[in-house]
């Protein structure tokens, strides 16, 4: 009998071979009549619980309702803001028989660490379907009521706010106040939720938060919403009544993109295959409960217009973070 | 409370909702044994599955999942020092050594026993004083957690043996690791070398997985291959001994367990490892820790039941996630179209009481459940090594694989497998190196924090009384062998060494000059 | 510490190398943090702070430490190495060296093939490999325990818990593109 060493080591030589071979095999063109089969993972760059886990979860629930002879699931690859799961989605090149739910920091990420291996652009864009903005909040006895007023008073004085991430929605929330001349320190937290504790405790002064978020400390008093950074108010009996930032004078609005892509150099077919399905799914029930539930605005661009979308708002990423 | 109690129980105790937590329970303990998979990705992955229930069942049944997912990653961590979860990483010290010495049952069974005990008194505390201790955590700003890391830093010193050098390096060098990766502070990607696998940084569960685990399995595997444990019955049960020594450590270790729980973000792992702290600086039997002692099981597991409980406090009181599991099941509650926030108490008094009743019934099942099968699961020892060393290897891959679906995190796992192992045939100290790994990135995010909110103060914000008590109690710790080494010498026999001094005795001889 | 009079034993040269690499670390760390910014534009502490301090601090310990070891090595609890006087002959010694390099082979093997044959399928394999050639065991035995391996493992993993473990070359996905 052979030495178990000599035995592993021809078996790594016989692995190596087998992967080599791999790489090469080449894949052969797609069929007019395409359809996805089997399971489709559906690639979810952030962990599960949160905002882009819950929106991957809608979209392969209002695929599966269909019936359309194949399996969406779900793939959680969280790690570095994203940065893990998008760089392990250009491998799939090619592959139309898996989809990737993705949002802003698509945009951001490759402009503020430059050695990602890919930019929004290495993916194509199937359908954006929901816009989100942020709310300006402050504790309720806090000196300032409105956006400007706190712009004012953060050129005169020290105010402190939080934010949650370099490249997510609280990054750009800063960035216009700042633009709009107000000077802030800015305490770095780990999540929107440690956020808010900062807020509730009095560590911070100010803090960007989500509709969604905000809506409960709103309806408890805790907190007053300064301004929004919609483009329209909120259609909600409480948020309702939170001005934008537009309406008290100032322009500054930001705007967060959530929207489903295929891989890079997937075949025309594939992708019209899916812009139709996927477009077919936002007509259901669950998209619009999950689209009331969260607070979203309701978005629908698709193919060459989302891809349209996607260069605008590059453009403008690249002035706030240049 | 009693009428909210009673509102609490009419919902939750139906029979189809008992049956959903059992279910639970039992799905979590086997989703918890899996080396990797936790409670936050057992809870996550099964919450479509929850999704046709009521609201109210569902939290139930993803409630028991979260306790039987804890339960579940010290079964491993005892039996095959393999820990299932982050915050069961300190049960393989001394739960381990105790599955070595044939008393596999004892540990599980006062493990599941500690961590009931500890639940239940946690439970009522959240009930009656959530907040009041949700209003004191708010208090908690980044100066005094910045504190409370220190403290958590300086209880290297108990971790690391006889020489204090040797595991400060370690320690240091588990905060390196921690370094790799995007940094919370500034957002830099730090030592990633342009691979993007590493902007997330060295992940912590796989890490573990390999030192422990493949660590302890290549050990074994030089030492001559572990002889199965025969244990015989009457080993496999708790002697009135056993509980006797459970009852100070259990009681320590909630108390820990608890205070930490209620601060967002300091999280179980954390408060696994200071209840372990206290007990190697208060316990009378601290020389025996990390020699199988009994003490060295319990503390820690209900301080991390303690603590699970506690992060429910911020999350119900203020409608924010305490730790990486209350996050997810907050996501839940927004799938269920509930809103939580600083009103859920008042808007959905049912569901919330409920929620609590339910973790009542939840840990009732578990000790049920478990306290019998704890016997059973020893039987598993007995398998032959050349069986049960391959079986370790494809949990810890498999495990490892499905934390992110990543074949990273296998590499990874394989890569710290030989780190693991060379510090086990060099004797180096693992807690340290564990500890700085998990308080490296907090304490520097705290750091970091604090200096923002310090302006131009400097080191004035430092000075709240919080803080300067809990840099007090830093200061005793890193001092502690100072003035411990001083009372031995003084005494000729200190008492607590008499009782334990025959199987101390050989070890100690290298020391003792 | 440094009050104990070091006990007097030769250094022992696994443990002095050890405490060399751990110093290189903390070189390492110190010298790399100079790619990153000692304070933000705003004063606060920037991302080089803790790594290089951290670095700087394992430097001086483990100097300390080689020191130490250098000085007739301490035989404390605690970094002592685990001697090789186990019991076992310089046979036996050999055997185990051999068993311990293929075991790491066959999981480095096996990790190396999983993108080919599959999650799933490379454990079950490997399994096999290390009960029947590693292990010696019967042949039978060891595949019945591979066989119920992969059918726990395919129970709870991919019907329970529904993850998506890689199929390689046998995902259906790539075949029906052909």
Same mark, same amino acid.
């Given at each position: 009998m052979k030495s178990p060493l000599r035995t592993s080591c021809c078996l790594a030589l016989t692995a190596l071979l087998l992967s080599s071979c791999a790489v090469l095999s080449v894949r052969p063109p797609v069929p007019a009549d395409w359809t996805p089969r089997g399971s489709v993972p559906v690639m979810v760059a952030?962990?599960?619980? %949160?905002?882009?886990?819950?929106?991957?979860?809608?979209?392969?629930?209002?695929?599966?309702?269909?019936?359309?002879?194949?399996?969406?699931?779900?793939?959680?690859?969280?790690?570095?803001? %994203?940065?893990?799961?998008?760089?392990?989605?250009?491998?799939?090149?090619?592959? %139309?028989?898996?989809?990737?739910?993705?949002?802003?920091?698509?945009?951001?990420?490759?402009?503020?660490?430059?050695?990602?291996?890919?930019?929004?652009?290495?993916?194509?864009?199937?359908?954006?379907?929901?816009?989100?903005?942020?709310?300006?909040?402050?504790?309720?006895?806090?000196?300032?009521?409105?956006?400007?007023?706190?712009?004012?008073?953060?050129?005169?004085?020290?105010?402190?706010? %939080?934010?949650?991430?370099?490249?997510?929605?609280?990054?750009?929330?800063?960035?216009?106040?700042?633009?709009?001349?107000?000077?802030?320190?800015?305490?770095?937290?780990?999540?929107?939720?440690?956020?808010?504790? /900062?807020?509730?405790?009095?560590?911070?002064?100010?803090?960007?938060?989500?509709?969604?978020?905000?809506?409960?400390?709103?309806?408890?008093?805790?907190?007053?919403?300064?301004?929004?950074?919609?483009?329209?108010?909120?259609?909600?009996?409480?948020?309702?009544?939170?001005?934008?930032?537009?309406?008290?004078?100032?322009?500054?609005?930001?705007?967060?993109?959530? /929207?489903?892509?295929?891989?890079?150099?997937?075949?025309?077919?594939?992708?019209?295959?899916?812009?139709?399905?996927?477009?077919?799914?936002?007509?259901?029930?669950?998209?619009?409960?999950?689209?009331?539930?969260?607070?979203?605005?309701?978005?629908?661009?698709?193919?060459?217009?989302?891809?349209?979308?996607?260069?605008?708002?590059?453009?403008?990423?690249?002035?706030?973070f240049r | 409370m009693i009428e909210n109690l009673t509102i609490g129980f009419e919902a939750a105790l139906s029979a189809e909702n008992v049956l959903w937590c059992f279910v639970g329970v039992l799905l979590g303990t086997i989703i918890g044994i899996l080396p990797g998979l936790g409670s936050a990705t057992g809870v996550a992955i099964l919450i479509p599955v929850t999704l046709t229930f009521s609201p109210l069942t569902a939290l139930i049944m993803l409630a028991g999942i979260y306790h039987g997912a804890q339960f579940g990653a010290t079964i491993t961590a005892i039996l095959i020092a393999t820990p299932g979860e982050a915050s069961s990483v300190i049960s393989t010290l001394d739960g381990y050594q105790m599955a070595r010495k044939g008393r596999a049952g004892p540990a599980l069974a006062i493990s599941a026993l500690g961590a009931f005990v500890s639940a239940m008194v946690s439970l009522v505390a959240l009930m009656a004083v959530a907040p009041f201790f949700a209003n004191l955590a708010l208090d908690f700003g980044p100066p005094e957690m910045l504190a409370i890391m220190i403290l958590g830093l300086c209880t290297i010193v108990v971790f690391s043996g006889r020489n204090l050098p040797l595991g400060m390096a370690m320690g240091l060098v588990g905060v390196l690791i921690a370094c790799i990766g995007v940094d919370v502070g500034s957002g830099t990607a730090r030592y990633t070398f342009g691979s993007v696998e590493l902007f997330g940084g060295v992940p912590f569960v796989e890490v573990m997985i390999g030192l422990f685990a493949i660590g302890e399995l290549l050990n074994q595997l030089h030492i001559g291959m572990a002889a199965p444990i025969k244990a015989r019955f009457r080993d496999l049960l708790l002697t009135k001994q056993d509980l006797k020594r459970a009852a100070a450590p259990t009681a320590r270790g909630t108390v820990v367990g608890f205070l930490l729980g209620c601060l967002p973000g300091a999280g179980t792992t954390l408060a696994s490892f200071m209840a372990y702290g206290a007990e190697k600086t208060f316990s009378r039997n601290r020389k025996k820790l990390g020699t199988g002692a009994i003490e060295g099981v319990?503390?820690?597991?209900?301080?991390?039941?303690?603590?699970?409980?506690?992060?429910?406090?911020?999350?119900?009181?203020?409608?924010?996630?305490?730790?990486?599991?209350?996050?997810?099941?907050?996501?839940?509650?927004?799938?269920?179209?509930?809103?939580?926030?600083?009103?859920?108490?008042?808007?959905?008094?049912?569901?919330?009481?409920?929620?609590?009743?339910?973790?009542?019934?939840g840990n009732v099942i578990l000790l049920v459940l478990n306290l019998p099968l704890a016997p059973v699961f020893a039987q598993l020892l007995r398998i032959r090594y050349a069986f049960m060393y391959p079986l370790i290897i494809v949990t810890s891959l498999l495990g490892a694989y499905s934390v992110k679906n990543s074949m990273f995190s296998v590499w990874v796992v394989i890569v710290f497998g030989l780190v693991g192992y060379a510090m086990k045939r060099l004797n180096f100290p693992m807690a340290p190196l564990v500890l700085g790994l998990v308080i490296g990135p907090l304490f520097e995010k705290a750091l970091v924090q604090t200096s923002v909110l310090a302006g131009d103060d400097g080191l004035g914000v430092l000075a709240t009384p919080t803080t300067l008590i809990i840099l007090a109690l830093a200061a005793a710790l890193v001092t502690s062998p100072l003035w411990r080494g001083r009372l031995r010498r003084t005494k000729t026999a200190p008492d607590q060494d008499q009782d334990q001094g025959k199987t101390k005795a050989h070890a100690e001889k290298g020391s003792h000059e | 510490m440094s009050t104990h009079p070091a006990p007097t034993a030769a250094p022992r040269r696994p443990v002095v190398i050890a405490y060399g690499v751990v110093t290189a670390l903390g070189v390492a760390f110190c010298a790399g943090s100079f790619a990153y910014d000692w304070s933000n534009e705003d004063g606060t502490i920037g991302s080089a702070v803790l790594p290089r301090v951290a670095g700087f601090l394992l430097l001086l310990v483990g100097l300390w430490l080689v020191r130490q070891e250098l000085r007739g090595g301490s035989v404390r609890e605690g970094d002592g190495l685990v001697v090789e006087d186990e019991g076992h002959s310089p046979e036996e010694a050999r055997r185990i060296r051999r068993k311990l390099i293929t075991v790491v082979a066959t999981m480095v093997v096996t990790a190396l093939v999983i993108p080919i044959l599959g999650l799933l399928l490379s454990l079950t394999l490997m399994t096999l490999f290390l009960t029947a050639v590693v292990e010696k065991q019967s042949l039978v035995r060891s595949l019945v325990v591979s066989a119920v391996t992969f059918a726990v493992a395919y129970l709870i993993f991919v019907a329970l818990l529904r993850i998506p473990l890689p199929l390689g070359l046998l995902d259906p996905a790539v075949w029906s593109v052909l």
């Open positions: 952030m962990a599960p619980g %949160g905002g882009s886990d819950r929106s991957a979860r809608v979209i392969a629930q209002t695929l599966n309702e269909q019936e359309l002879g194949f399996d969406a699931n779900v793939e959680n690859k969280e790690g570095g803001s %994203g940065a893990v799961g998008w760089a392990t989605f250009l491998s799939e090149e090619g592959n %139309g028989n898996t989809l990737l739910v993705a949002e802003t920091a698509l945009n951001t990420l490759p402009l503020v660490y430059e050695d990602v291996p890919f930019t929004y652009e290495s993916f194509t864009p199937l359908v954006m379907f929901a816009q989100d903005s942020r709310m300006v909040v402050a504790r309720k006895d806090a000196p300032y009521d409105t956006c400007p007023e706190l712009v004012d008073e953060a050129g005169r004085n020290r105010v402190i706010a %939080g934010s949650s991430g370099k490249t997510g929605a609280d990054a750009l929330v800063t960035a216009e106040l700042e633009k709009a001349g107000g000077r802030f320190d800015i305490v770095p937290y780990g999540s929107t939720g440690e956020v808010l504790t /900062g807020l509730l405790g009095g560590q911070i002064d100010v803090a960007p938060a989500s509709a969604a978020n905000a809506k409960p400390y709103l309806e408890s008093g805790d907190f007053k919403a300064l301004c929004s950074l919609s483009e329209e108010r909120y259609d909600d009996p409480v948020l309702g009544r939170v001005p934008t930032a537009i309406e008290q004078g100032m322009n500054a609005t930001v705007i967060m993109w959530r /929207g489903v892509f295929a891989a890079g150099g997937v075949a025309d077919v594939q992708r019209r295959y899916w812009i139709d399905k996927i477009e077919q799914g936002m007509r259901s029930q669950t998209y619009r409960d999950y689209i009331k539930a969260d607070m979203l605005i309701p978005a629908n661009l698709s193919g060459e217009k989302f891809a349209a979308y996607l260069d605008d708002y590059d453009a403008q990423m690249r002035e706030i | 319990v503390a820690p597991d209900a301080a991390t039941n303690a603590a699970s409980n506690a992060n429910f406090i911020p999350t119900l009181a203020l409608g924010i996630p305490g730790g990486a599991t209350t996050a997810v099941l907050l996501g839940a509650f927004l799938v269920y179209g509930i809103q939580p926030g600083p009103l859920l108490f008042e808007n959905q008094p049912e569901l919330v009481w409920g929620l609590l009743v339910s973790f009542f019934i | -």
